[in-house]
């Protein structure tokens, strides 16, 4: 019991830690749209949607090897989700893993 009471203060810093991260995160993909670095991602969705088949079930922005880079889940009518990496300043699909499923 002693254990669990000299863990609770530790325990409640954890999540005050966890938001102020995705709040850095946030901050930093916002200023890289302002600053003209990444595209909008609703400009990136839009086309995704027109392209391939499914419902986007995640998205993430993250900095790979200098470059801003959009990661895209989708869940096509198959069930298998397949995922796609786009350049997040130009648009362009940088690589695609998984059954992906174009629209005819």
């Given at each position: ?98 059954p992906v499923q174009e629209r005819p």
């Amino acid at each position: 019991m002693r254990r669990a009471l000299l863990l609770l203060p530790f325990l409640a810093a954890l999540p005050a830690t966890a938001r102020a991260d995705g709040r850095r995160d946030h901050e930093r993909a916002r200023a890289a749209l302002a600053a003209g670095e990444i595209r909008p991602l609703a400009a990136l969705l839009a086309e995704v949607e027109r392209r391939y088949l499914g419902t986007v079930i995640e998205t993430e922005l993250e900095r790979d090897d200098g470059r801003w880079v959009y990661e895209v889940k989708v869940l096509p009518p198959s069930g298998r989700v397949f995922e796609l990496k786009f350049d997040a300043a130009t648009g362009a699909l940088l690589r695609s893993r998984g059954p992906v499923q174009e629209r005819p």
